[in-house]
């Protein structure tokens, strides 16, 4: 008896050292893919405050009558950036030449980590 104990026990300690080891070296949800680089979105943060905030609203935070609610936006990368690049039906000017793909791709992080589902 005393040694089906010790066999348990030990089996159970080494089950609970491999869910520690899993959980330390197991990413956070901002370091999985899609959720975003924290420097990235705080990159985009910024562009968006100098590029965007005066049509779409400190914070992305506005009532969606004139300028979209990005919050809302779909999840779809490539037709934000096509509709940053490109502009749209003239109710958003193009952005293309005065923001860089890396300035648009970290609007684009900080635009989908705020995203209401």
Do not use: E
């Not at 899993?22 to 562009?47: E, N």
């Not at 919050?71 to 958003?92: E, H, N, Q």
Request: charged share 20%; hydrophobic share 40%.
């Amino acid at each position: 008896m005393i040694r089906k104990l010790s066999i348990w026990t030990a089996a159970h300690f080494a089950a609970v050292a491999v869910m520690a080891i899993a959980q330390t070296t197991t990413p956070s949800a901002a370091q999985q893919p899609g959720a975003g680089d924290p420097a990235q979105i705080d990159q985009g943060k910024v562009t968006y405050a100098q590029k965007c905030s005066h049509c779409h609203g400190p914070n992305m935070v506005n009532s969606g009558t004139i300028t979209p609610d990005l919050r809302t936006v779909p999840d779809d990368k490539a037709r934000f950036i096509t509709t940053v690049k490109l502009g749209k039906s003239g109710k958003m000017p193009p952005w293309g030449d005065l923001l860089s793909d890396d300035q648009i791709a970290d609007l684009w992080a900080y635009v989908s980590s705020r995203r209401n589902p």
